[in-house]
């Protein structure tokens, strides 16, 4: 097994941290659709397709706090679950590495839905810079080097 470069590592931290700030939020609007824990109004959601924070809740929770956990992870063991391979569409690639590409696009959406959707904020800012930030180190050449992008029949993990 090659040695993990320092960008998988960085990856993984900044993973790690996504998954934190999907958890708590996730949690708060499906345990409060009504948004008043993270006292936010129902009315920010006008022009959404919601009527409340609940669905988009446990998307913030599943898709942006537990997934984004789950990745850190496997991007630093590797483990072979056969069945976490079912979406990836590179074949060779270990799946975690796609995922968290797949996780850096679903943050710039979600980003853009919101700043579409609700108001552009200092929050949406961050996590937008945040999604890039995924997106260009799950990107890295050492990264992707060590997860087998461009050579799919040897993998490093």
Known sequence: MNKKP????LLALILVFQSLGGLFGGLSLVSSPSGEIMKMPVSILEG???HDFLVPGLIFLLFLGLLPGILAF???RSPEWNRAGVLNMYPGIHWAST???YTGIMLVIWILAEI?????DILHTFFGLLSVVIVVLTLMPSNMSHFGWGNPQQTNC
Do not use: R
């Not at 320092?6 to 590592?9: D, E, K, P, R, V």
């Not at 579409?116 to 552009?120: Q, T």
């Open 6 to 9: 320092f960008t998988l590592y």
């Open 48 to 50: 959404s397709p919601f």
């Open 74 to 76: 496997a991007l630093l």
């Open 99 to 101: 995922y968290s590409l």
């Open 116 to 120: 579409i959707w609700i108001e552009d």
